[in-house]
């Protein structure tokens, strides 16, 4: 099992900027894919993003593409996910995932791969 710790959240204007971190633990974090998922009020969870071990794959949720990116930093066991131009649409809390990465994996494969491992999420709101 994977242990993951967000942080990060919370209050921003729109347009402004935030980033979120997690932390993971407990496994060989190269073995895996990370991505970030977000659930708003009354709204089904989705997937926002994803990077693949070596940050070869980086597949996006069609509303964040050239707004949000992602990162990892694998000597820390870390990944990010800078956010700007935010918008009000974007408040939700936030959670990371890990998933075990093949290397066969093509960028769609990132969107339901077997993320068994999340975060407790960070809550993220947007104001207009």
């Known amino acids: 099992q994977v242990h993951l710790l967000e942080r990060g959240g919370g209050l921003v204007q729109a347009g402004g900027s935030l980033r979120l971190s997690c932390a993971a633990s407990?496994?060989?974090?190269?073995?895996?894919?990370m991505a970030w998922f977000r659930q708003a009020p009354g709204k089904e969870r989705e997937f926002v993003a994803a990077?693949?071990?070596?940050?070869?794959?980086?597949p996006y949720a069609d509303s964040v593409k050239g707004r949000f990116t992602i990162s990892r930093v694998n000597a820390k066991n870390l990944v990010y996910l800078q956010m700007s131009s935010l918008r009000p649409e974007d408040t939700a809390v936030y959670y990371c995932?890990?998933?075990?990465?093949?290397?066969?994996?093509?960028?769609?494969?990132?969107?339901?791969?077997?993320?068994?491992?999340w975060g407790q999420g960070t809550q993220v709101t947007v104001s207009s």
């Open positions: 995932a890990a998933a075990p990465d093949r290397w066969y994996y093509t960028d769609s494969d990132y969107y339901t791969a077997e993320y068994n491992d």
């Open positions: 407990g496994r060989t974090f190269t073995d895996y894919a």
């Open positions: 990077i693949s071990w070596g940050g070869y794959h980086t």
